[in-house]
């Protein structure tokens, strides 16, 4: 089978490599023509493990080409996906132009059968749009040819794109009739072999599936950011009651990390959009309102902790930042709370000294001069009043404890995602602040 993506951001180059990677032909298409020679020279404009590899390999066995051209990419594909960003509008909304743009230049250009699949975030009744900007198109052109929109909406997570792809949950396919539900069965029955589900909707389901799922996972996190807080000021610790209500079944132990603020391309965007969403049907979501006023706050939560320990002055103190993604095994820094955290320190006159292990370019486009970029995560804490760890990579997990105290200027950790362990921290000398703690 032969399937076109549109669009060869975080979503469509996953779809397309990793569709390519179990014998689909794949051209994806992109305005951009220096990412798409880019592309042609392997040169990926995100980081994500395993990636590059992929697109290597089926580049080489010519599965996946690369091409700006959507007219010539076109003839003998099944399937189009279109995967291209929609980002937030003024109010939140989901800005749509992209997609629909798209699809009028598909029903400029297509000559047969075509299911043609929003696979970037859209909300709930886009594919009557796409479908009435593919039908313009054919009725500008006088033509008459059969087509299906479907909605397979993508649950990819940055850092585990890949094996996430390849080893879905489930996947989720809005359809409104059996020839588009077919051929995407087809495409996808490679996927499905060791049982994992493919669950066929209508498309406005399938839709909301996406929104409805992003924001529950962000309403979790806000909830334990909740109630971490209060654990700190009860004198409870909220790693043992993550522990003590995770191992319910019916709540279940993962996503219930406290930490520094959801980040990121699509929790802050969904939350919003879906509350936008509401608006538009007069319906107020009043729960996401709550969950995103929660990480907005969560996000100063660090630097409250910093002001409170220095009593309101961090004037010409060095912090050493640990991490500046938005999670690990990502560069990505959108809506990255260390942004944030940044920011405040050097409101107030604190010198910032930042290490990360992957988003260093990412991050100096967002930080430029104002703060210094270490070599190391030892050099950045050097002479430091305090380390202030932000992302949770691997490599923070296990420092040299009696190094840092030898060469920081006071032994003091700020812990945003409570990776270390407070007790043996202070056996070390170390004054240890974490989140959801009593202190
Ligand atoms: C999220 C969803 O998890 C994916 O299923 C979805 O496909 C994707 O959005 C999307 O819409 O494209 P992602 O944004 O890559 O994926 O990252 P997550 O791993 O979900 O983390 C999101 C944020 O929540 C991060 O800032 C992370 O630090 C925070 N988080 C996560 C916590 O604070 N606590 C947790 O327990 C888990």
Same mark, same amino acid.
């Given at each position: 089978?032969?399937?076109?993506?549109?669009?060869?951001?975080?979503?469509?180059?996953?779809?397309?490599?990793?569709?390519?990677?179990?014998?689909?032909?794949?051209?994806?298409?992109?305005?951009?023509?220096?990412?798409?020679?880019?592309?042609?020279?392997?040169?990926?404009?995100?980081?994500?493990?395993?990636?590059?590899?992929?697109?290597?390999?089926? =580049?080489?066995?010519?599965?996946?080409?690369?091409?700006?051209?959507?007219?010539?990419?076109?003839?003998?594909?099944? %399937?189009?996906?279109?995967?291209?960003?929609?980002?937030?509008?003024?109010?939140?909304?989901?800005?749509?132009?992209?997609?629909? =743009?798209?699809?009028?230049?598909?029903?400029?250009?297509?000559?047969?059968?075509?299911?043609?699949?929003?696979?970037?975030?859209?909300?709930?009744?886009?594919?009557? =749009?796409?479908?009435?900007?593919?039908?313009?198109?054919?009725?500008?052109?006088?033509? #008459? *040819?059969?087509?299906?929109?479907?909605?397979?909406?993508?649950?990819?997570?940055?850092?585990?794109?890949?094996?996430? !792809?390849?080893?879905? +949950?489930?996947?989720?396919?809005? %359809? &409104?009739?059996?020839?588009?539900?077919?051929?995407?069965?087809?495409?996808?029955? $490679?996927?499905?072999? &060791?049982?994992?589900?493919?669950? !066929?909707?209508?498309?406005?389901? @399938?839709?909301?599936?996406?929104?409805?799922?992003?924001?529950?996972?962000?309403?979790?996190?806000?909830?334990?950011?909740?109630?971490?807080?209060?654990?700190?000021?009860?004198?409870?610790?909220? +790693?043992?009651?993550?522990?003590?209500?995770?191992?319910? $079944?019916?709540?279940?132990?993962? !996503?219930?990390? /406290?930490?520094?603020?959801?980040?990121?391309?699509?929790? $802050?965007?969904?939350?919003?959009? *879906?509350?936008?969403?509401?608006?538009?049907?007069?319906?107020?979501?009043?729960?996401?309102?709550?969950?995103?006023?929660?990480?907005?706050?969560?996000?100063?939560?660090?630097?409250?902790?910093?002001?409170?320990?220095?009593?309101?002055? %961090?004037?010409?103190?060095?912090?050493?930042?640990?991490?500046?993604?938005?999670?690990?095994?990502?560069?990505?820094?959108?809506?990255?709370?260390?942004?944030?955290?940044?920011?405040?320190? *050097?409101?107030?006159?604190?010198?910032?000294? %930042?290490?990360?292990?992957?988003?260093?370019?990412?991050?100096? @486009?967002?930080?430029?001069?104002?703060?210094?970029?270490?070599?190391?995560?030892?050099?950045?804490?050097? &002479?430091? @009043?305090?380390?202030?760890?932000?992302?949770?990579? &691997?490599?923070?997990?296990? /420092?040299?404890?009696?190094?840092?105290?030898?060469?920081?200027?006071?032994? *003091?950790? !700020?812990?945003?995602?409570?990776?270390?362990?407070?007790?043996?921290?202070?056996?070390?000398?170390?004054?240890?602040?974490? #989140?959801?703690?009593?202190?």
């Amino acid at each position: 089978m032969k399937v076109v993506i549109v669009g060869t951001g975080y979503v469509g180059l996953v779809t397309g490599a990793c569709l390519a990677e179990v014998g689909t032909e794949v051209v994806c298409v992109d305005v951009d023509a220096g990412k798409i020679v880019r592309l042609q020279n392997n040169m990926l404009p995100i980081y994500e493990p395993g990636l590059q590899e992929i697109v290597k390999r089926n =580049q080489q066995d010519d599965r996946l080409l690369f091409t700006t051209d959507l007219a010539s990419a076109l003839p003998g594909a099944e %399937v189009v996906f279109i995967a291209v960003g929609t980002p937030p509008g003024e109010d939140g909304s989901a800005d749509l132009q992209y997609v629909l =743009q798209v699809a009028g230049q598909i029903g400029q250009l297509m000559e047969h059968y075509l299911v043609i699949v929003t696979k970037s975030t859209v909300p709930v009744g886009t594919a009557v =749009q796409v479908n009435r900007a593919v039908k313009e198109s054919l009725d500008a052109r006088q033509l #008459i *040819l059969d087509y299906d929109v479907a909605s397979n909406p993508e649950f990819l997570k940055e850092g585990a794109a890949v094996n996430d !792809f390849m080893k879905p +949950d489930r996947i989720v396919v809005g %359809v &409104n009739t059996t020839r588009a539900r077919h051929t995407l069965e087809q495409l996808y029955r $490679p996927f499905l072999l &060791n049982g994992h589900p493919i669950l !066929f909707m209508d498309i406005a389901s @399938a839709e909301m599936t996406k929104y409805a799922a992003n924001a529950m996972l962000a309403t979790r996190i806000s909830y334990m950011n909740d109630i971490a807080n209060l654990c700190g000021l009860a004198g409870a610790d909220i +790693d043992q009651v993550r522990k003590g209500i995770g191992s319910d $079944p019916r709540i279940g132990k993962h !996503f219930l990390y /406290p930490g520094i603020g959801y980040g990121g391309s699509c929790f $802050p965007k969904d939350v919003k959009a *879906l509350i936008q969403t509401g608006r538009e049907y007069g319906y107020h979501l009043r729960i996401l309102d709550a969950v995103e006023a929660v990480n907005e706050d969560q996000k100063k939560i660090l630097f409250r902790k910093i002001l409170r320990h220095f009593d309101g002055d %961090v004037r010409n103190k060095k912090f050493a930042v640990w991490g500046l993604s938005f999670k690990p095994n990502t560069d990505d820094m959108r809506e990255a709370p260390s942004l944030v955290l940044i920011d405040s320190l *050097l409101e107030e006159g604190a010198i910032v000294s %930042v290490y990360d292990p992957v988003a260093m370019d990412e991050a100096s @486009a967002c930080l430029g001069n104002n703060v210094t970029f270490a070599e190391d995560m030892y050099s950045a804490a050097e &002479n430091a @009043a305090a380390i202030l760890l932000v992302t949770e990579w &691997n490599t923070f997990r296990m /420092p040299d404890w009696q190094r840092l105290r030898k060469t920081m200027q006071s032994p *003091l950790v !700020f812990d945003g995602r409570n990776i270390y362990d407070d007790v043996q921290l202070i056996k070390l000398g170390f004054t240890y602040y974490g #989140i959801g703690k009593a202190n």
